[in-house]
């Protein structure tokens, strides 16, 4: 066991925290995330809270020390024959596509197959509800926010990218006062976060059936999207809408940023036209990402990412790569593959997807460390 005292002087205070909220959703814990003005979420003590409670602290915290994304995936993935890659994590099946039917690659960031993917496990009777990141509830919220989608049309306002910060503990809570069957969707270390967590919690264990991973370059603070915006004639305190995903006529990995202003209107401009969209500058990373070497979610069931290689990038449409890693998720993709238009490929080139990625996050953390 730990205290809030062990969290916040071994994480928060080395500014490790990625304010993923797992903490603040322990039972009667005594954290809370909230949104600093660097517009960043971090974990701290709720006022008149014991720093010194005994509770699950670090335990549930992706950046504390001792926590391998190796052994929780030995923990949680049920995969008979899976093979092994350094880069990429466990996994029984690796492929890039699209799904062409159904309007998913046209409300997507690309192939749509995320969105595709958990329409079938809510068709399929597989889960009662998804946990995933939708648009904020309106003046004065933030603009993305994790949510809970029951049907369809609920997950639909839940799909493309957002490059935006969020936490989970509201959902958390839900999950465990409302008996059900749930699928989460995060990035690499969210989903970390609920895995150590299901190793506490015997209910979130149980109640969280699949973990859906995306994979992530770093996480961005809400100054990322204020900047986007700024530039293109919209202040910080007048942005009501951002879409940080619009698909061009040229190639999939040459997007668009569309932002909406207070008064309705939108203004759209290439991210070759703008200055803070390059990801290999890192502009407005949390600092956490620094320290972290998973790109492609390996304690999930199943990925989905950009194909960013030359024989997919030509259609400006987009695709997904998708690396299967339990049985349950992979049966998901077969029992369905005639509705895909999915290419089977090595683990090489999945990870040559992500190169820059795995780059920064294995050599360069390598020298950071030291």
């Known amino acids: 066991m730990s205290t809030p005292r062990d969290l916040l002087a071994h994480v928060v205070e080395r500014d490790l925290c990625i304010g993923c909220g797992a903490c603040a959703a322990l039972p009667d814990s005594a954290l809370r995330v909230a949104m600093g003005e660097d517009g960043r979420y971090r974990a701290e003590l709720r006022d008149g809270a014991d720093p010194d409670a005994e509770g699950a602290y670090t335990e549930v915290c992706p950046f504390a020390e001792g926590h391998d994304e190796d052994e929780l995936a030995r923990v949680f993935l049920d995969a008979p024959g899976a093979a092994h890659d350094d880069r990429i994590g466990t996994h ?92 989460v969707v995060g990035v690499p270390c969210f989903l970390k976060a609920v895995r150590l967590a299901q190793r506490q919690d015997p209910v979130l264990a149980e109640r969280i059936r699949f973990c859906v991973g995306l994979v992530c370059g770093h996480l961005k603070s809400s100054r990322f999207a204020e900047a986007l915006a700024w530039e293109q004639g919209v202040p910080p305190a007048e942005l009501a809408g951002i879409d940080f995903r619009v698909k061009s006529d040229e190639r999939s990995d040459r997007y668009s940023v569309s932002v909406t202003g207070a008064d309705g209107t939108t203004r759209t401009a290439p991210t070759s036209e703008l200055s803070v969209t390059d990801w290999g500058m890192g502009f407005f990373k949390y600092p956490a990402c620094e320290f972290c070497d998973d790109v492609l979610a390996e304690t999930s069931d199943i990925t989905f990412g950009d194909a960013w290689l030359p024989e997919f990038t030509g259609d400006p449409m987009g695709d997904n790569i998708v690396i299967a890693r339990s049985a349950a998720a992979r049966d998901v993709l077969e029992r369905n593959r005639r509705q895909l238009r999915l290419t089977d490929i090595s683990a090489e080139r999945a990870a040559r997807s992500q190169d820059a990625g795995l780059r920064h996050r294995r050599e360069g953390l390598a020298y950071r460390l030291a």
């Not at 329409?119 to 509830?137: F, I, Q, T």
């Not at 949510?147 to 936490?167: H, I, M, N, Q």
Request: glycine share 16%; no cysteine; hydrophobic share 40%.
């Open 92 to 183: 029984l099946t690796v492929g890039a596509g699209h799904v062409p039917d159904g309007g998913f690659r046209e409300a997507g960031s690309s192939g749509g197959m995320t969105s595709w993917f958990l329409h079938r496990l809510l068709e399929e009777d597989a889960v009662d509800a998804v946990l995933h990141v939708k648009p904020g509830a309106g003046a004065g919220a933030p603009l993305f926010a994790f949510g809970v989608s029951g049907t369809a049309d609920e997950l639909r306002a839940g799909a493309k990218s957002r490059y935006y910060p969020v936490e989970m503990s509201g959902v958390l809570r839900h999950v465990r006062e409302h008996p059900g069957r749930y699928a």
